[in-house]
């Protein structure tokens, strides 16, 4: 969806971006086409989203064939993605239930575009899983991006990056701007 399609849906809906709720809505197609190489999806796959809003991301998912989970804190999003997408769906608040109704049973990646108010919470959460996701693919806030990749020894090093770096090999693949 670009940005006009992303109006039409929010004002059908009657909605608009919750800055409690840290929500950005995804208009970059280049950066839903990267995630979907980033993450090598294929039909075999189940794959998590955390806050789909508007679908952008979450159309793309589908159409690799994946099995999707998504978490939809906003009710009115919430019944937007389940009446227009064939994923499961539930309305909560994915610190609650940061890999939705799924069970984690069997291997899973995780491609979103975080809620900014939740991304370091939520990723502690998703570390503490039984089963680690094989990949993510998270288009986050630039601090957080920053945070989660220092290094030992400078000061935005600390145990979120610790524990990250030690379960991932980590990337800073791209930067999206606001348009």
Known sequence: LDLSQTRKILAHLGACPNRKL????LINARFVQKSLEWAQLN?????????PGCGTLTGALVETGAQVFAVEKDACFFRYIQET???SVCNEDALQ???????????????ANLPYAIASVWLDFILE????????VLLVQKEAANRWLSKAGTKNFGALSVNLQAAYSLANKCCVGKN
Not at 22 to 25: E, L, R, T, V
Not at 43 to 51: H, R, T
């Open 97 to 111: 239930f940061p890999i939705g109704t799924f069970d984690g049973s069997k291997s899973y990646k995780i491609v």
């Open 22 to 25: 840290g929500q950005n809505f």
């Open 43 to 51: 039909s075999e796959d189940v794959v998590v989203e955390i806050g």
């Open 85 to 87: 997408f064939p994923i």
């Open 129 to 136: 899983q039984v089963r680690l996701p094989e990949c993510m």
